[in-house]
DNA sequence: TCATCCGGCGCATACGTATGCAATGCGTCT
DNA sequence: AGACGCATTGCATACGTATGCGCCGGATGA
């Protein structure tokens, strides 16, 4: 009685495509009922959605997302669009957006941007993908192609990142007051001279936490404050330890603008014989796990991560609810965490005798 | 002329859906021309292509990926299922697969599988989404869904994991070698009591590299090696650690069975005053970037990582062109890679003096 | 000059699912 | 007893794109 063309498929391998209306026919239903049933639809009788979940089973049949994406213009993937994955802060976020993710019943799409490339590059790539959203942790100072995501109505959330300009929603820490506890800390501990080692510079993260140290500085008359540039990277912190303590009047107190690039520095002085905390104080920016670990034991500026990413995931949801609803910027507090790579405040020494 | 009913859409913020459709009509040709210009048919005139490439631009066109998929009944998108990313060797690979992926026109869906999590959980997920292919970094030893999938079809890769039964495809490196080489280096360096510090105990790296070593171990007539087992963390290496050196017995040779498990002992080391490597010797496995710092410069066995992720996608590739491709298995030689975390062989000692 | 061929394009249909609407059957209320 | 409501299911169509087939016109060959 089947009367299907013979030998339709060349090859032995089942190309097995087993569709909603196949489970259907034997289930001896409508394919818009075995529709109902997988899409837990209530309208559906208990005994008959048992009888399309034992028909589905032996066929071996699995809903095709894509086919249900292209009719309710939902896909529920998620874009996460991040710079080198490499450094050791960003699988941590990327795991938990991950893990969060599908707690709520959505996929990541993770894109990262090349050493050279904006994130206008692989915008496009997202956007026909249809994501339901966009994560953003690249590091960018402006971006023409995200102001027009948000303004078609695709939520974009920045993660630790400030995108002038555009409206889009954002969730950060106070990285201005980080850098101010960290020049407070310092000078509370007697430090004289004074250094910072940068990140990217096009980035928001290292342009905020500059600012809150070089401004606090200056409100306690420190007027001189050695710069050096470089990149959110172990070598590039090494290398430009190097160059501070290479110089006829090295630092005693040395900010990091982010944790990898301070063990790089930590790693540096080490070689060089600098004692910390001795010689050199070093803190730096993050709270890594590796911040912690005894070899550095590293005085670090500590932001709550989950919290934002809660936060994100929170936006998230409140805009794929409702498209209309006004982006918003959430900052979050952060503490310092004082560990043994910098000398400890007067106040705090004092307290100890 | 537009009898579109009115007022189809409440919200004001515009739900643009720019379809082939559209463009066609602005270029004033048919649908279908639209989608050949867009997929590089050269069945169409250059003129009539500019002027679809015009209209797309000037209407914002993105060519909607689901919809084709659901044709070709191709995806380009490749599932990457991995544990977590957390543990930072595992983030490096990930990073180059995804841009190894995107330089071949693929996405990467990443899938983490949770603490107590099976890759047959997250398995349906990545089903559904009728991926292209499954990479798999995840540590499992068994898979029954990993074996339906291969057998309806589906490419699979295994990544430095060893799944028994399942007849597909894995790409790894030699952890047995590596054990023996570790074994015999501190066999060399004159060292007479030894200890292993295990990962997960059902990830098949784990026990390779164990066999390795104990095997070699026993060739060389050593009959006791302390061992304990862990998990592939910091934490987990410095406890074990701990408990080692806090024996009447310690041991003065140290295999771990990766490098992060390594650093938290060598941390624990440091901590409790034993000298490296001059009381004891500690050798990792993986070869990750923290084991070039200084803080550390941990002797391990270094993996062919950039080469395996090629053999990888070209496997991949291979799979994909011909879906009746048997399943390969490669494994890669490694080396080891001396640095100041174990004393260096009799042999080449000698040589110094 | 006519037959042939081919590049270029339109027409129609398929991919697999969701969903509004209608139809059916059953129970309940007046 | 008749009307009404509700639960359940079938029917038909839409989502956005790819592609086989056919048609048309111009170029080429004899």
Request: proline share 6%; net charge neutral; charged share 20%.
């Amino acid at each position: 009685m089947d009367s299907k063309p013979p030998r339709q498929n060349v090859r032995p391998v089942s190309v097995r495509k087993v569709t909603s209306v196949d489970v259907a026919r034997l289930a001896g239903v409508n394919q818009s009922t075995v529709s109902r049933a997988f899409s837990d639809d209530r309208a559906v009788a208990d005994e008959t959605r048992t009888r399309v979940y034992t028909a589905a089973r032996t066929l071996g049949y699995t809903p095709n997302l894509l086919a249900r994406s292209l009719v309710t213009q939902r896909t529920n993937i998620v874009a996460i669009v991040m710079a080198h994955i490499s450094s050791p802060y960003q699988p941590y976020i990327l795991d938990k957006f991950i893990q969060e993710l599908r707690a709520m019943g959505r996929q990541a799409l993770v894109f990262t941007a090349g050493p050279e490339q904006e994130v206008d590059d692989v915008l496009p790539l997202a956007l026909q993908y249809r994501v339901d959203a966009l994560i953003v942790t690249s590091a960018t100072l402006s971006s023409a192609g995200l102001a027009d995501c948000a303004r078609d109505g695709l939520p974009v959330i920045l993660f630790n990142r400030l995108v002038a300009g555009a409206n889009v929603s954002a969730v950060g820490c106070d990285n201005v007051a980080g850098g101010e506890l960290v020049a407070d800390y310092l000078i509370g501990a007697g430090h004289h001279r004074f250094a910072y080692i940068a990140g990217n510079a096009n980035s928001s993260t290292n342009r905020e936490r500059e600012q809150g140290y070089f401004g606090a500085l200056q409100a306690h008359g420190v007027a001189a404050v050695l710069h050096e540039p470089g990149e959110y990277t172990y070598e590039s912190g090494y290398r430009a330890a190097q160059r501070l303590l290479g110089r006829p009047d090295p630092p005693d107190a040395l900010f990091c603008a982010s944790d990898i690039i301070a063990l790089g520095a930590l790693d540096c002085a080490r070689d060089c014989g600098v004692r910390v905390p001795d010689d050199l104080s070093v803190i730096g920016f993050d709270d890594i796990p590796m911040a912690g670990w005894s070899a550095y034991a590293l005085s670090t500026v500590r932001q709550p991560v989950s919290r934002m990413i809660d936060a994100t995931l929170a936006i998230l949801a409140r805009q794929l609810d409702d498209p209309t609803a006004p982006p918003v910027i959430e900052r979050f507090p952060v503490t310092l965490v004082a560990r043994r790579s910098a000398r400890l405040p007067q106040r705090v020494e004092h307290r100890r005798l």
